[in-house]
């Protein structure tokens, strides 16, 4: 069994997207708080009664500006996660048509993509609203192949706006929830900061670089990265969280639409493979999971945690696509077999590396004192069964325009 090469370049991709909507989202945060502090900065030359009742508006302007922020926030996601799960859905759909015979390239179903299912995703919580969804195989097991025939008809294999409700964050919150909680929390510890600073003596200038580094407003040179670090303390945690929620939400919305799709093609694929990113910051959970196998609607899928970046692809029928012994997937320090699970890339050599440098990336991933367990077991079971025993990105962005460039018609 197969998978086209093309599958595991897109999860990369889709990492530096979710990059550069964070970086939009970061930005417009970082503005309103540099602003802020620019105006704390003005206090200075008050007097008392007056600097109280300047501070008092500041705080309370930030406030209503970070309300605002989270709503923008929440519709920039939504739009961008609509142009994601649409150019998803093609680009897996073109994809499959690519490893059949030309004569039967027509055969791959389409997914329809409704134009309510992001704003779904961002905004309705469901547990607030009396709507049950079912993947397409457990409706087949509850209600029968013909049912699910008769559903096929009338979309079910189609993302609409009600399985948009049914997708939320690791936690179980909406997107629109967690930037308003974002906007709340940081309101307050801005006021927090700057109050203790005052009552402490502390100089102004100070306050302000506690808050926000060395950022200065409408910066936009340096990475995102780069910008999270420069932060102080009314930044850097707040943009961790953004990036966090942002590159989840892209995961979730990517492999939802791409799942669809194989759901919709099992004359063609009837197993999904899970896929890890192969470097030392992998979850355990997700180590654990790489390179297994599961039928459509039965195993677990990403996000399995916030910041995942892992993703599926689909198990090709070998009557279709048979094996190939070159297609590649991507892993740090290079390209490796698209077949090469968490664990063999964990347990192998790389070209060039020594001992010294293997046990070193042993060690950051696992912690050293499960090196030596790991070895012993994978002997036993072999690398991918000795992770799931144990178990018991680069800052680059990427536009939507970008993936269409790449991945539309």
């Known amino acids: 069994m197969s998978t086209p090469e093309a599958l595991y370049r897109n999860a990369i991709d889709l ?30 030359d008050l007097a008392a009664p007056d600097k109280a009742d300047r501070l008092r508006g500041i705080l309370a302007q930030l406030k209503e500006s970070l309300g605002t922020w989270a709503g923008d926030a929440t519709q920039l996601t939504a739009t961008e996660l609509q142009g ?48 049950v969804a079912l993947s397409d195989d457990l409706y087949k097991s509850v209600y029968g192949a013909e049912a699910l ?43 927090q900061v700057v109050r203790q600073g005052l009552l402490t003596g502390e100089p102004t200038p100070a306050i302000a670089k506690r808050l926000i580094g060395s950022l200065e407003f409408g910066e936009r040179a340096r990475n995102i990265r780069q910008l999270i670090a420069a932060g102080g303390q009314a930044t850097a945690v707040a ?16 492999n939802t639409a791409s799942q669809q799709v194989y759901e919709a093609n099992q004359d063609i694929t009837k197993k999904y493979r899970y896929v890890a990113t192969l470097d030392t910051r992998t979850s355990s959970i997700c180590r654990a999971l790489d390179g297994r196998e599961f039928e459509y609607g039965k195993g677990p899928m990403p996000p399995q945690h916030f910041n995942c970046r892992s993703t599926t692809v689909p198990v090709i029928d070998p009557d279709i696509l048979p094996p190939s012994t070159t297609a ?50 994978s002997d036993k079971y072999g690398p991918q069964n000795a992770l799931a025993k144990l178990v018991r990105d680069d800052g680059s962005e990427l536009t939507l325009e970008h993936l269409r460039a790449r991945y539309g018609a």
């Open 239 to 254: 943009d961790n969280q953004v990036m966090a929620l942002v590159r989840t939400s892209v995961n979730q919305v990517a």
């Open 15 to 44: 990492n530096r997207f979710s990059n550069s909507v964070a970086r939009r989202v970061i930005n417009a945060y970082n503005d309103i708080i540099i602003d802020a502090v620019n105006q704390l900065r003005a206090i200075d």
């Open 328 to 377: 590649t997937r991507a892993a740090a320090g290079g390209q490796v077999p698209a077949n090469m699970s968490y664990g063999e890339w964990l347990k192998e050599k790389r070209p060039g590396e020594t001992d010294a440098d293997l046990l070193v990336r042993q060690a950051t991933a696992l912690g050293a004192g499960k090196v030596p367990y790991f070895l012993k077991l």
């Open 149 to 191: 025939a008769q559903q096929a008809g009338a979309g079910a294999f189609n993302l609409t706006a009600a399985k948009g409700t049914m997708i939320t964050l690791p936690n179980g919150d909406v997107t629109e929830k967690a930037f308003r909680g974002i906007a709340t929390s940081q309101a307050e510890r801005f006021s």
């Open 84 to 131: 994601l799960a649409e150019l998803q859905s093609e680009f897996v759909t073109e994809e499959l048509r690519k490893v059949l015979p030309a004569g039967a390239r027509d055969a791959v179903r389409t997914v329809e993509i409704s134009p309510q299912f992001a704003q779904s995703v961002v905004t309705t919580d469901p547990t607030q609203i009396n709507v």
